[in-house]
């Protein structure tokens, strides 16, 4: 036999409490991505990502580096992807 009971909605507003979401300036990132034009200037960026992110690790600050971690994987696959592809066309006239 289980005892069942309820959960109180009190002690479940207090556990939500401790979940903060970490504003981070997204207004200055996407304007720094913005002026990204070349794979040098993407892996400048995103050296600097990591080092923030490594110094809010630091910091004991984990939901700024996890969001600053997801910033780097996104922005390292969406831009490696276009340089990529952009790239592809040009070396395909070039040997024409």
Do not use: C, H
């Amino acid at each position: 036999m289980s005892i069942i009971k309820s959960v109180d909605m009190e002690l479940a507003r207090i556990v939500e409490a401790d979940y903060v979401t970490v504003p981070v300036d997204d207004a200055s990132f996407d304007a720094a991505t913005a002026n990204i034009k070349s794979e040098q200037q993407l892996a400048e960026m995103l050296q600097q990502l990591e080092t923030q992110m490594r110094d809010a690790a630091k910091k004991f600050e984990f939901e700024k580096a996890a969001q600053l971690r997801d910033r780097i994987r996104s922005l390292s696959k969406g831009m490696w992807r276009a340089f990529s592809t952009a790239s592809a066309p040009a070396a395909a006239e070039s040997a024409n």
